[in-house]
């Protein structure tokens, strides 16, 4: 990765701007720095705002895209039950472009379960928080989840229900997240 580096965009760049969730137009030839590569998205900075790039731009940024989950158009079915264990593994490749830490640890997901469906399928529910209600990213976030839960064997439909009931807390962050982000 090339963070904090600057790098000269070779092509105009479909983004969205951080906190508001705005969609914005990165121009060919702009000054941007990586302030962080995790799960599959870029968080760049460009004349002095953050925006959120995805990996399908990553060439523009002069990187070479990632392999990533692509569940649109796949109809799926179920050959079995659904292991929860690896919903909360992908859960813990999905992360807020504005914050090193992934979203298990920052403890916004606060169940996850799989139930099963009436055509025979797997739906996985999931329970959800942002770290503030009016978290213009939060839609990108919940998509997030949604696609890499989707990616799962067996998970033919997923369920996302945000609430802010209870309200996200620091204290319901993990202690490794806490020391990752110098809270300890």
Known sequence: ????????????????????????????????????????????????????????????????????VASDNIIKTAHGPVDEQLVWTALKTVYDPEIPVNIVDLGLVYDVHAVDTDDGGNAVEITMTLTAAGCGMGPFIVDDVRAKTLAIENVTEVNVDLTFEPPWDRALMTDEAKLQLGMF
């Open 1 to 68: 990765m090339a963070s904090g580096q600057m790098i000269t965009t070779n092509r105009d760049i479909d983004a969205i701007l951080i906190p508001l969730g705005t969609p914005v137009i990165i121009p060919e030839g702009a000054q941007v720095a990586i302030t962080q590569e995790l799960g599959g998205t870029y968080t760049v900075s460009v004349n002095g705002n953050l925006a959120r790039v995805e990996d399908k731009d990553a060439d523009a940024l002069g990187l070479g895209e990632k392999e990533s």
